[in-house]
T-cell receptor, first 105, second 116 residues
Framework: GIQVEQSPPDLILQEGANSTLRCNFS?????LQWFHQNPWGQLINLFY???GTKQNGRLSATTVATERYSLLYISSSQTTDSGVYFC???????FGTGTRLTIIP | GAVVSQHPSWVICKSGTSVKIECRSL??????MFWYRQFPKQSLMLMAT?????????EQGVEKDKFLINHASLTLSTLTVTSAHPEDSSFYIC????????????FGPGTRLLVL
């Protein structure tokens, strides 16, 4: 099956910093979503982005389908951004390995 | 819009008992619902996919007789963990999709199961 790897696995940043999270996938996909899992376990949809670029406030995402990767950008980080970020691909949502983000005040 | 609830949010049970977890789409009709399992500090793994009124499709390695899934209506799916054992302790998360394959999935808050 398709493999989905995310990097970095862990990221610790000071409040206000910017970050880039990466998602690599092993085969072509027609669905890619980014999620934020908060410390209580709730998954929150961030972007549905099989290709192209989207922005929502301080977050933006870019997927280059031909090169099999997607990037999630977080600007001006806040402590509420802490949690685990997952990308997931395809109809069955094969989840990536996740990036654990910790924002320090 | 697109709210999915799960009940209970956490459950502790004795080994050998069965536990039922409900997943409801509150403000939309879900043609398809999905059940995932997440162990601590790991990613989500899909267990099964269910469509209303038909049998669930289980992923490889998931025991159908142990994890019973019933998708009785367009707003309700249930997962029953039968004869639970400590290794079944995990975080179970459902999601619901209102349309076809290109539609977004919306996730419930999860159910933490601890089997003693």
């Amino acid at each position: 099956g398709i493999q989905v790897e995310q990097s970095p696995p862990d990221l610790i940043l000071q409040e206000g910093a910017n970050s880039t999270l990466r998602c690599n996938f092993s085969d072509s996909v027609n669905n890619l979503q980014w999620f934020h899992q908060n410390p209580w376990g709730q998954l929150i949809n961030l972007f549905y982005i099989p290709s192209g670029t989207k922005q929502n406030g301080r977050l933006s995402a870019t997927t280059v389908a031909t090169e099999r990767y997607s990037l999630l950008y977080i600007s001006s980080s806040q402590t509420t951004d802490s949690g685990v970020y997952f990308c997931a691909v395809d109809e069955k949502l094969t989840f990536g390995t996740g990036t654990r983000l910790t924002i320090i005040p | 819009g697109a709210v999915v609830s799960q009940h209970p949010s956490w459950v502790i049970c004795k080994s050998g008992t069965s536990v039922k977890i409900e997943c409801r789409s509150l403000d939309f009709q879900a043609t398809t619902m999905f059940w995932y399992r997440q162990f601590p500090k790991q990613s989500l793994m899909l267990m099964a996919t269910s469509n209303e009124g038909s049998k669930a499709t289980y992923e490889q390695g998931v025991e159908k007789d142990k994890f019973l899934i019933n998708h009785a209506s367009l707003t309700l799916s249930t997962l029953t963990v039968t004869s639970a054992h400590p290794e079944d302790s995990s975080f179970y998360i459902c999601s619901a999709r209102r349309g076809g394959a290109g539609e977004t999935q919306y996730f419930g808050p999860g159910t933490r199961l601890l089997v003693l």
